[in-house]
């Protein structure tokens, strides 16, 4: 299609031991997978990296998210370190709902964050809890973006759904949110806020492919609404924590025929643009 590759805004790159906990969940499938799910890039570091940049992706994230209060501090340190030794990383941090949020996050900003994770369902915290409201404006002011899972996807968790997404963004309307999975299951009311927000983007990671549309189609009537959304629309794989193969995500792109147009935006120039790539 005449790009120099792709660039995946949504893949996981974590300390070994975290990693290792992710997997071992999935296995368990624990109850915010609601299914089984079968690690397709079960593999150590350095062979992850190898499999990604021979896939085609030239630049990529290391979304880390803590659990509990106490661990994003730690965990912004390691992706720090990971995206001096990962020249085609990009910069990634993390925060929790804890008094020490705006403090690290600062800093992290300060150091070269590019990008950060905010994951609701995981956390189990609420987007606009007091603590993270210094948080938002930071990342607001500085035009950082967030990958924020907050949709209701694979299950739904106390704070999840786009009822939050909405309080967050009217009290932060210049907050360059990237909201994850596309918000799945509730496409429709994320795309509104798109429309209405023009600092928010949607990765489309998961969203489309078979194992997705099984419990999760997107809404056919929303592809006009899709299309004209095509310049803040990103490609995310979730990549190495994906049930299937890495080229399932491309190949789900394509059967929507949007047009090369629409996929050259998605798979490239939107995120070149946002990044500044």
């Known amino acids: 299609m005449g790009l120099p590759g792709l660039v995946d805004v949504h893949t996981h790159f974590m300390p070994h031991r975290v990693m290792a ?3 071992a969940y999935f296995d368990s499938a624990g109850p915010l997978t609601g299914r089984p799910w079968p690690i397709a890039y079960r593999t150590d570091e350095r062979h992850r990296l190898a ?23 730690w965990l912004n340190a390691w992706a720090a370190d990971f995206a001096a030794r990962t020249p085609d990383c990009l910069h990634t941090a993390t925060f929790h709902p804890e008094p020490e949020a705006p403090a690290y996050v600062a800093e992290a900003i300060d150091a070269g964050a590019r990008v950060f994770k905010a994951h609701v369902q995981v956390g189990a915290w609420d987007l606009c809890d007091p603590l993270l409201d210094p948080v938002w404006g930071l990342l607001a002011d ?5 990958v924020t899972h907050c949709g209701s996807a694979p299950v739904p968790g106390a704070h999840t759904g786009p009822e939050g997404a909405a309080r967050l963004l009217a009290r932060h309307p210049g907050l360059p949110m990237i909201v994850a999975h596309m918000g799945m299951p509730d496409y429709g009311a994320f795309l509104d806020l798109a429309e209405t927000y023009p600092r ?3 990765d489309t990671t998961m969203a489309f492919t078979r ?4 419990e999760a189609p ?25 049930p299937y193969g890495y080229r399932d995500a491309l190949h789900a792109l394509e059967t929507l025929d949007l047009g090369d147009a629409w996929l050259r935006a ?4 939107n995120a070149a643009r946002l990044f500044g790539l």
């Not at 592809?223 to 979730?238: E, N, T, Y």
């Open 266 to 269: 998605v798979c490239w120039h």
């Open 51 to 73: 499999l990604l940049r021979d896939l085609g992706v030239r630049h990529f994230t290391s979304l880390v998210y803590p659990h509990k209060p106490g661990m994003a501090a």
């Open 200 to 202: 928010v983007h949607l």
């Open 21 to 23: 906990k992710v997997w």
């Open 142 to 146: 500085a035009g950082v973006p967030v």
């Open 218 to 242: 997107f809404p056919r009537e929303r592809l006009p609404q899709l299309a004209a959304l095509g310049d803040r629309v990103l490609f995310g794989s979730d990549f190495p924590n994906i």
């Open 211 to 214: 194992f997705s549309e099984e």
